[in-house]
């Protein structure tokens, strides 16, 4: 059963609790999203670090209940 745009939000944000999270259906079937992650956290993180947080998050969920991932991380930008 594929998961909800809204739970996918919800553990990044349990798990990352400073993230700003954008999910978009990449294809409409509720099984392929797009994440990008904005968090002041990830700021002394590389990038690689930055996506085994958000992996971290999401509880061992990739690949099972959650099919496809695409996912950017950023840092909140320095006005």
Do not use: C, N, W
Not at 5 to 15: N, P, T, V, W
Not at 18 to 24: E, H, K, N, Q
């Amino acid at each position: 059963m594929p998961m909800a745009a809204a739970d996918i939000e919800a553990l990044i944000k349990s798990g990352i609790p400073d993230a700003t999270v954008t999910i978009t259906d990449l294809a409409g079937d509720g099984d392929h999203y797009a994440a990008h992650v904005v968090a002041e956290s990830f700021r002394p993180m590389t990038r690689v670090a930055r996506q085994r947080a958000v992996y971290a998050a999401l509880g061992g969920r990739m690949g099972g209940e959650l099919h496809a991932l695409q996912l950017t991380t950023a840092v909140p930008t320095l006005d």
